[in-house]
């Protein structure tokens, strides 16, 4: 099972294990991870699950679509080049470990 940790603002790390498929987004509501609150379920339609990938993994996940990269202007906490929708990523083996930074505010 891959996992992946989420990192907060104040540095809190918690790492879970993820299901094949499900994204990071659904990972964490299911986790009790609060800084993410994915309104939409997972739609595209909210910016409520931006996340930061941390540098180390950001090649291998790749950069959002277009219809993402649109959704990323209306993040809460400013968009950087390394955010993404945590709905868009699929936790998969190929990103075992990954690690994730959770913006101050998803409103
Ligand atoms: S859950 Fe709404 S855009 Fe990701």
Do not use: F
């Not at 993820?18 to 909210?46: F, H, K, P, R, Y």
């Amino acid at each position: 099972m891959p996992k992946i940790t989420y990192i907060s603002v104040d540095g809190d790390e918690q790492t879970v294990e993820a299901t094949d498929g499900i994204s990071l987004m659904q990972t964490a509501l299911d986790e009790g991870i609060d800084a993410i609150v994915g309104n939409c379920g997972g739609e595209m339609m909210c910016a409520t699950c931006h996340v930061y990938v941390d540098e180390a993994w950001t090649e291998k996940v790749g950069p959002p679509s277009e219809d993402e990269s649109e959704m990323l202007e209306d993040t809460a906490s400013p968009r950087k080049p390394n955010s993404r929708l945590s709905c868009q990523i699929k936790a998969s083996d190929e990103l075992d470990g990954i690690v994730v930074h959770t913006p101050e505010e998803q409103y």
